[in-house]
């Protein structure tokens, strides 16, 4: 790792874990401008999209924006800023407000103020706001990138004097043409997971299609990994295509693997300033090939090995992949965006390994996040498990930053602190494996996985920090099934209060959005392997 790795990770773990106590004026304003001396344009504030805001003071003031910003200098995406703003003006921001938690804040403070508090990494701003107890503090910096014009910031010793809260509310867009039982307000913004829905639908679509001489289908069915497969190198064509349409520079890698080969998909957007750093997002587009005829037999698809069409493991990933990598493509990031979509995972990592064996001299990655069997967890009645790695030891966290990382994000921008809870509580009494397994409700569990069963262990060898998202693993029926299919996960998906449909795209929401959030946390500081 570099040296900068380094120093980011520690401002990632000191700015989300160092506490405080006390209060700091949140009964007495004081001398200290009110929130209705900040006025925000539009009205109507988008959420869940880059917008651009407008800010007036009505009288002298200093402001933090606890948000993602796009720097009007440098073009480049940084976590939030801090202004001061002389009686009388304004500033225009283009900013990215939380896509699943409606209520926003603004922090209002004396002109030239530079010391900061800032909630918790396990809470939401409202939650802090009840509560400013908890929490640790920021201060200005100067902004590190060239060109660069609003201050970065980062981890401070103080939390300065009483601040007052602006509270507003934004207002996410949805489609016209959906309903609730479609999961319409998980439509529309940067990326949506109905999206994701629609690219899991279309790829494992079983509709004949006599003029497929690969699969038949007009899907994209059967890609096991085989010499001479027709639907495998059909799939592999189609994906390139995608990416190429992304204007992503793309390379298929074939290596070999035995006496087979394993391909790779992956789409490249050179970084700016540290080209040689890539961070990665991947996920296996193969699925689990028939051991057996039995499972093609009518009947018996819960019993043979292997599946047509594999919507959960893992044609799900590769859409959020697809779908991630369709709205950063024309991303202006410090480092290289790499979107991999791995062969023969099922195999034993062939893909993935043989990839993270054979970087170009110079190359190291930052991250890689990994996107394998997400969508059967909440919200429905399963948990959503958010693990990291890699892990040490069972009874200790040993990659705090990438926790803290992980808590920050969810528990504001997707409004799950208490789902978040309740999984810490669950993980500390059993650990992975009832996750995997069992029925919960409002579940989300965020731990150091102590496996390494997915494409990430490739990347764990490296000694890379990583990141990713799964759902029900063993405990689902049709794992590597002929039953994997879209209809059989809405299924399981479906609540007392809602349709399979809707909790999927929901689910696929919240899992793609997270993904898109720690990118753009890790391109600004990548998260280094605490061990």
């Known amino acids: 790792m570099r040296p900068q790795h380094a120093r980011a990770g520690l401002l990632v773990l000191l700015m989300f874990t160092a506490p405080f106590a006390g209060c700091f004026g949140e009964n007495d304003n004081g001398g200290l401008p009110s929130a209705n001396d900040l006025s925000v344009l539009p009205e109507e504030i988008p959420g869940g999209e880059w917008t651009t805001i407008v800010l007036k003071a009505d009288r002298d003031m200093s402001v933090f924006i606890p948000y993602f910003i796009q720097d009007p200098g440098s073009l480049r995406a940084q976590n939030g800023t801090m202004l001061d703003l002389a009686e009388g003006e304004s500033v225009s921001i283009k900013i990215l407000f939380p896509p699943r938690n409606s209520d926003i804040v603004f922090l209002l403070g004396d002109y030239g103020r530079t010391d900061?508090?800032?909630?918790?990494?396990?809470?939401?701003?409202?939650?802090?706001?009840?509560?400013?107890?908890?929490?640790?503090?920021?201060?200005?910096?100067?902004?590190?990138?060239?060109?660069?014009?609003?201050?970065?910031?980062?981890?401070?010793?103080?939390?300065?004097?009483?601040?007052?809260?602006?509270?507003?509310?934004?207002?996410?867009?949805?489609?016209?043409?959906?309903?609730?039982?479609?999961?319409?307000?998980?439509?529309?913004?940067?990326?949506?997971?109905?999206?994701?829905?629609?690219?899991?639908?279309?790829?494992?679509?079983?509709?004949?299609?006599?003029?497929?001489?690969?699969?038949?289908?007009?899907?994209?069915?059967?890609?096991?990994?085989?010499?001479?497969?027709?639907?495998?190198?059909?799939?592999?064509?189609?994906?390139?295509?995608?990416?190429?349409?992304?204007?992503?520079?793309?390379?298929?890698?074939?290596?070999?693997?035995?006496?087979?080969?394993?391909?790779?998909?992956?789409?490249?957007?050179?970084?700016?300033v540290y080209p040689d750093e890539w961070l990665v997002f991947g996920a296996h587009f193969d699925i689990a090939p028939y051991a057996s005829p039995i499972g093609l037999i009518p009947g018996t698809d819960e019993q043979g090995y292997g599946t047509r069409t594999g919507a959960y493991d893992n044609t799900a990933g590769t859409s959020m992949v697809l779908t991630t990598a369709s709205v950063l493509a024309d991303f202006d990031a410090r480092r290289t965006m790499v979107f991999c979509l791995w062969s023969s995972e099922e195999e034993g990592l062939w893909g993935s390994s043989a990839f993270a064996g054979d970087l170009p001299d110079g190359v190291t990655v930052s991250n890689y996040l990994n996107l394998d069997m997400a969508g059967i967890n909440y919200p429905g009645d399963f948990a959503l498990s958010v693990y990291l790695g890699p892990d040490g030891t069972g009874d200790v966290i040993d990659q705090p930053g990438m926790y803290h990382l992980a808590e920050w994000i969810g528990a504001d921008a997707f409004d799950l602190a208490y789902q978040i809870e309740r999984g810490r509580e669950e993980w500390a009494v059993a650990g992975e494996s009832p996750l995997w397994q069992n029925n919960y409700q409002d579940m989300v569990a965020i731990y150091e996985s102590p496996t390494a069963r997915s494409d990430h262990d490739s990347f764990q060898q490296l000694g890379v920090a990583t990141l990713g998202w799964n759902g029900v693993v063993d405990g689902y029926p049709c794992y590597h099934k002929t039953c994997d299919k879209l209809t059989t996960m809405e299924d399981y998906m479906a609540t007392d209060n809602a349709t399979g449909e809707a909790n999927l795209v929901h689910s696929w929401d919240i899992v793609t959005w997270w993904a898109v959030y720690a990118f753009l946390h890790m391109d600004q500081s990548p998260v280094p392997n605490e061990l």
């Open 116 to 272: 900061w508090p800032i909630r918790a990494a396990d809470e939401s701003w409202m939650d802090w706001g009840m509560d400013r107890s908890s929490g640790s503090a920021v201060m200005s910096s100067a902004n590190e990138d060239e060109g660069g014009f609003f201050s970065w910031v980062v981890p401070g010793e103080s939390r300065g004097d009483g601040v007052v809260v602006k509270q507003m509310a934004t207002v996410r867009a949805q489609r016209a043409d959906l309903t609730e039982e479609n999961g319409v307000n998980a439509s529309g913004g940067w990326l949506n997971g109905r999206d994701v829905y629609e690219w899991v639908d279309f790829i494992t679509d079983e509709t004949a299609d006599p003029l497929d001489l690969a699969d038949g289908a007009v899907g994209y069915l059967d890609r096991w990994i085989g010499n001479g497969n027709p639907a495998y190198e059909d799939a592999i064509t189609y994906f390139e295509g995608v990416m190429v349409g992304y204007d992503l520079d793309v390379e298929v890698h074939r290596f070999q693997s035995g006496t087979l080969w394993a391909v790779n998909i992956c789409g490249y957007k050179t970084g700016t």
